[in-house]
């Protein structure tokens, strides 16, 4: 029992990221009044009352492998995408409007961080409604930006619509360290003054004035701060080297309904005419890709035959390029794709690179495709430094994967993978768990899936409604 326990209180520890504070003392065992020492005392007696925090922190998924996946997904709207559209409602002295929200736990910290900034919101189902005329706060805090590190989006819709910003700096990351160096000198760039005290990035000036910024790579978040600060900054902005992702393109469009004039967005050069205020729109939030990666990645493993509709097939091109060549059937329609797996599932060399490039956030995901495949493949990871935590689990499923360089992983196909107690550490390294779940013989459990609820919107209802048995437990 008792090490069950401090089992679990390694997991505690990640509650950091759902904003819980942990001090050194002792545990409650939950259900019984025995104290474990030496370990954290989480001070919202979080063990025994989970409903005041989180309340599926301590969820795992329960997968029984080596069923096939048959019938049709609906894809939800892209969390990369509605997190700096909904940040964008800052630079609007009005109401912005949401549609095709995702019900993620993501969505739920940056409406909690605008709501703390003073922004009035109203949600029903999929629609978000942020009032962004009672902003009365520039500061964002510590507790709520540990929570999520894309809370760095809001710098650059604060310092312009208020002249004054105060965002704590995001910390390291399970996948890297995650610098915000070019969100920060591409501010500066803009003609705000910037200083980091006391872990907050301050950023002043009186109004941005607009100029060239060129990026050493490209940063999506970075481009999307970028291109929200310039909208309303005095003259031209040129963004160079700017990232290219779908989600850069939905803000600009959806930057321009508000009244701003954002040109080239998609390419490597954006314009931004800025203009003295934004004004009230509607925004419709784009298909997910990475989660109809997902999908399609898992029917490619498992096998099957399934319809995932309400997707973008031209977002995922470099996905489905790859995909194509382990042997599985593609076809593209308007919005849906259909995906057939077979077998062998031929061995894919892949790199992970800007878009259009296959996507750093499908290489968990595709690792384990390429753990049953017939022969070896080489899988680089070009943007993080520390994006391979997965194929440990992996390995305990009874997959063959060595790492060389850091960055380089060698994986060797094997017949099958065994069900297996995993962990998951970052939100697509959980996907990538699931998906060898389905696959692997007998029952895997894994834990910390609340990594996973930050990113998929009821990914185990989804699996278990295409014949998958998986479950959610406590
Ligand atoms: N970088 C710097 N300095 C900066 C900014 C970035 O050195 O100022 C480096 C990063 O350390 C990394 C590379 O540039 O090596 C690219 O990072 P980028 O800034 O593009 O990443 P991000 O904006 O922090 C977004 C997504 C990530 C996704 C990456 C790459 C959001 C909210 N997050 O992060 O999504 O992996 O782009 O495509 O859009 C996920 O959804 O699981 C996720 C991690």
């Known amino acids: 029992m008792k090490n069950a326990w401090v089992a679990e209180l390694v997991d505690a520890r990640d509650l950091k990221s759902l904003g819980e504070n942990l001090c050194t003392s002792s545990i409650l065992v939950p259900g019984t009044k025995k104290k474990i020492k030496g370990f954290g005392l989480l001070t919202k007696t979080l063990f025994l009352n989970q409903s005041k925090a989180d309340n599926s922190f301590m969820d795992k998924i329960q997968i029984i492998g080596g069923r096939k996946l048959r019938g049709e997904v609906s ?26 929200v995702p019900n993620l736990m993501d969505i739920k910290s940056i409406r909690l961080l605008l709501e703390d900034l003073g922004a009035t919101c109203e949600s029903q189902d999929r629609y978000l409604e942020v009032d962004g005329s009672s902003i009365n706060k520039i500061e964002a805090q510590y507790d709520l930006v540990r929570k999520m590190r894309a809370s ?67 940063t999506v978040t970075g481009t999307e701060n970028l291109m929200m600060a310039a909208t309303l900054a005095k003259g031209t902005s040129v963004l160079r080297n700017a990232a290219r992702e779908p989600e850069i393109v939905a803000l600009a469009e959806a930057l321009n309904l508000m009244g701003a004039r954002v040109s080239g967005a998609g390419s490597a050069i954006i314009t931004i ?72 599932v031929q061995s894919v060399d892949i790199k992970t690179l ?23 493949s080489m899988i680089h990871e070009s943007i993080f430094e520390n994006r391979f935590v997965h194929a440990n689990e992996l390995l305990r499923m009874g997959a063959d994967i060595s790492i060389s360089s850091g960055n380089i992983a060698m994986v060797r196909g094997v017949k099958k993978l065994q069900g297996a107690q995993v962990m998951a550490s970052d939100l697509r390294a959980s996907a990538s768990l699931v998906i060898a779940g389905l696959v692997a013989e007998g029952t895997t459990v894994i834990s910390r899936v609340y990594h996973m609820d930050r990113g998929y919107e009821a990914i185990e209802n989804k699996f278990s409604l295409l014949g998958a048995n998986i479950e959610r437990i406590k």
Do not use: W
Request: glycine content about 12%; charged content about 20%; some cysteine.
């Open 273 to 344: 005419e800025g203009v003295k205020n934004l004004s009230s729109a509607d925004i419709k939030i784009i298909p997910d890709r990475i989660e109809t990666g997902t999908f399609m990645v898992a029917v490619a493993a498992a096998g099957g035959d399934v319809l995932i509709k309400g997707c973008e097939p031209d977002h995922i091109g470099g996905i489905i390029n790859k995909l194509k060549a382990t042997g599985a059937t593609i076809e593209t329609f308007t919005d849906s794709i259909r995906v057939i797996g077979n077998t062998p």
């Open 152 to 218: 760095i989006l809001v710098l650059g819709p604060l310092v312009a619509r208020f002249g004054h910003a105060k965002v704590s700096l995001p910390g390291g990351c399970a996948i890297g360290a995650r610098p915000v160096n070019m969100h920060l000198s591409g501010l500066k760039a803009l003609g705000a003054a910037i200083s980091i005290e006391h872990g907050y990035i301050e950023a002043k000036a009186d109004r941005l004035i607009g100029n060239e910024i060129y990026f050493d790579m490209p």
């Open 354 to 376: 800007p878009y259009p490039g296959f996507p750093t956030d499908m290489q968990a995901q595709f690792m384990t495709l390429m753990t049953i495949a017939d022969k070896n």
């Open 75 to 100: 894809i939800s709207g892209a969390k990369n995408a509605a997190l700096p559209l909904i940040a964008s409602s800052i630079l609007v002295k009005g109401k912005t409007r949401f549609s095709n």
